[in-house]
């Protein structure tokens, strides 16, 4: 039938990566409670241990007024190696589609199954317990770590595994037709509807899911989430030169709740270069699924900087003391969406073929926001000695088994106030208001066999902030600028294709060590149309090879948020169509 088309489009990938990271620290310390080695007085390594009985510090002198006291050391088992992270992701997309019509009616239906799995091994990781009885027995010498044997070094190593998978299944059905006439032309109308389904499962090792290996933070997390929803648009031609359109869309998630997103839209061309566009729309974002409700709690051992003044008189310690607890990551059963609102202005400027302008202005109010309140913001709250809380955070009723996800967010505390644990998630808290000024500027030009083409896209950010506090645009993390400059060059069956990426520098950076200075990286591809329907492409991103901005400020040295740290990268990709 000529009034139908059926499509199908099957895709498979299969990505692998291998990352050498530093030697493994000894913070988290799940092994004995405290969150740091314990040396305890005697034992070999404690500081002040003297070599007749059995100390193995040289300068065990000058730590002998502690000689009776219980101490944590730090530690990184860089005798051990570093971590070494291999992983594997292989997906599989399959899309059906058919269009067709009846009547005076476009009908359009779709079915999706998208499926990732991810698999990763991690060597070089330790085993606590084990590694606190070698620093215990003293065969592993913190003075001397290098000197250990290997014997020794592989009894408390492990290799922590995982394998993750996320699964999506769709179906999707749209109705359109023409509603009247307008000077402008037919208006129309589409109504759909959407059935989806997610799935989502992350599963370390025995070990790693038990908090017992220091190194990783692979914590056991699932969900899965059901979501159907219907939308309509509406389609106005008003006149050869104004079009309007109107779109509304209703969701619901069966643990989330419903809500209802909207658009408008409007393009007015006055000349046949110059066109102007304005628009508004409020929408709604669900939480990540890992917080979905069937899902094991993750979580982990919690020490050092928080601190709690009942926890410290229950223990008999100062004000200000660090102890430990458990801590379970939960799905929040208070939480709602997020609610975004944007209004858009903008004009574009074609003054002949092949080049044109366009600048945007964007004003966002996000309402709301999903954030995940740090621990010590929680035990705040509780406590009633803090003014920006979310709802939802309290003193919680201990259970035997923790955690009570049911309970919500908020602390539990024994008899004798000492918390047991916390239980952690994400909230809705506060709001983000940004404006700024999108900008794009492109032109193609065409010599005989050769064609160039040029995009420069910018942003601009004018305002940030952040629960109505000051305006940090242009401070640390939040670039007043960023850019990017596509240059492609076309001759026959090859393409060479040239960008530059530019982050503007920052006005303070987290170490207070004076402004940020901007960054910039170039990227080149080639790539052969091969005459049997095939792409083969070679490329090298970031050419000079530049370093992330240094800030020691950032716990990894840079931030994580706007650069990266792969360096100089080389590729080579073949795709064959059939």
């Known amino acids: 039938d000529d009034n139908w088309a059926l499509a199908l489009d099957v895709r498979v990938s299969r990505l692998e990566s291998f990352g050498s990271f530093t030697a493994t ?93 991810h698999d990763e091994l991690n060597d070089n990781l330790i085993l606590s317990e084990l590694a606190q009885a070698a620093i215990d027995t003293g ?59 997610e799935d989502f499962e992350d599963r370390p090792d025995a070990l790693q899911a038990a908090l017992r290996v220091t190194g990783t933070a692979a914590n056991p997390s699932l969900g899965e989430r059901e979501l159907w929803a219907v939308f309509g648009e509406l389609a106005f031609p008003v006149t050869d030169r104004l079009d309007a359109m109107a779109a509304v869309r209703w969701d619901d998630y069966d643990y989330t709740g419903s809500g209802t997103s909207a658009r408008l839209a409007m393009d007015w061309r006055p000349l046949d270069s110059l066109g102007i566009h304005a628009a508004w729309s409020r929408s709604l974002r669900a939480e990540p699924l890992p917080q979905g409700p069937d899902g094991p709690p993750g979580g982990g051992f919690q020490s050092g900087a928080p601190t709690d003044e009942q926890s410290c008189q229950a223990l008999g310690l100062p ?102 644990y916390i239980q952690t998630g994400l909230a809705g808290l506060g709001r983000i208001e940004t404006r700024g000024i999108d900008a794009r500027l492109s032109s193609r030009w065409r010599f005989g066999s050769f064609s160039v083409s040029s995009v420069v896209d910018a942003t601009w950010v004018d305002r940030y902030r952040v629960d109505n506090g000051s305006n940090v645009a242009g401070g640390n993390g939040r670039p007043d600028w960023r850019g990017r400059w596509q240059t492609n060059l ?76 792969y360096g100089r990268l080389g590729y080579l990709r073949y795709t064959q169509r059939f």
């Open 319 to 420: 004000p200000g003391c660090a102890f430990a607890f458990q801590r379970f990551d939960i799905r929040n059963p208070e939480l709602g969406p997020e609610s975004i609102e944007q209004f858009d202005l903008g004009v574009r400027f074609t003054p002949f073929d092949g080049f044109e302008m366009a600048v945007s202005g964007f004003d966002i109010l996000i309402e709301d926001r999903l954030i995940r309140p740090g621990v010590q913001q929680i035990i705040n709250c509780v406590n009633g000695v803090a003014s920006r809380c979310p709802d939802g955070l309290n003193l919680l009723d201990p259970v035997d088994v923790p955690p009570d996800p049911s309970a919500g967010l908020g602390i539990a505390r024994d008899p004798s106030g000492l918390i047991r």
């Open 25 to 117: 620290p000894s913070s988290p310390w799940p092994a004995n409670g405290f969150g740091g080695i314990l040396l305890r007085p005697g034992s070999p390594n404690h500081p002040a241990t003297p070599p007749s009985a059995g100390g193995l510090n040289p300068f065990w002198q000058d730590y002998e007024e502690v000689a009776g006291w219980n101490l944590l050391n730090a530690h990184r088992f860089a005798a051990n190696g570093p971590r070494e992270l291999r992983t594997q992701a292989v997906s599989y997309n399959i899309a059906l589609a058919l269009d067709g019509r009846i009547g005076i009616f476009d009908v359009s239906l779709s079915a999706q199954r998208a499926e990732i799995q």
């Open 139 to 197: 065969v592993y010498n913190l003075y001397d770590p290098f000197g250990t044997p290997e014997d020794v070094l592989e009894s408390f190593e492990v290799t922590g595994s995982r394998d993750a998978n996320y699964l999506l299944r769709s179906l999707q059905g749209t109705i359109a037709t023409e509603l009247f006439e307008l000077p402008g032309g037919t208006s129309r109308v589409l109504v759909g509807a959407e059935l989806r389904g």
């Open 490 to 565: 076309d001759w026959n069956d090859f393409a060479l294709t040239w960008i530059i990426n530019h982050i503007d520098g920052q006005d303070q950076s987290l170490a207070f060590a004076g402004s940020i200075p901007s960054w910039t990286t170039h990227d080149a591809q080639l790539r052969w149309a091969a005459p049997w329907n095939a792409d083969i492409v070679i490329g090298v991103d970031n050419l000079a090879d530049r370093d992330p901005v240094f800030d020691s400020g950032e716990v990894r040295g840079f931030n994580f948020d706007l650069y990266d740290g």
